[in-house]
């Protein structure tokens, strides 16, 4: 055996500005919203930006649904969400949110 060095440089997790919170699975053009398969938990309250070729777009957490079109205050990993969005985003586009910096010195 011997323990497994991972590929993943510890030390980069530290430097990181944004956590990667979720794929966009979907886009609906009738409600402009985003269909998001959730990697992270998050909250209402966190700043979330969608990833374009273009730019980056900011979206407003505290306005997702669950599939119901329930409010959800949080979604955790696996979770499936609509976002409402102010333009189109491709499938497979990247969610991140800000992290800050008190965030990371452990609170």
Do not use: C, F, W
């Not at 407003?60 to 979604?75: K, V």
């Not at 499936?80 to 491709?90: D, G, L, R, T």
Request: proline residues 7%; negative net charge.
């Amino acid at each position: 055996g011997g323990a497994r060095v991972t590929e993943t440089e510890p030390a980069v997790k530290y430097y990181q500005t944004h956590d990667l919170i979720g794929t966009v699975l979907d886009y609906d053009p009738k409600t402009a919203k985003l269909l998001v398969g959730v990697r992270n938990h998050l909250t209402a309250d966190d700043q979330l930006e969608l990833l374009l070729p273009q730019e980056d777009i900011t979206l407003d957490p505290s306005q997702m649904t669950d599939l119901h079109g329930m409010p959800i205050r949080q979604a955790h990993n696996s979770y499936q969400i609509y976002i409402p969005v102010s333009k189109e985003a491709p499938v497979g586009a990247v969610i991140r949110r800000k992290i800050h910096q008190d965030e990371r010195i452990g609170k």
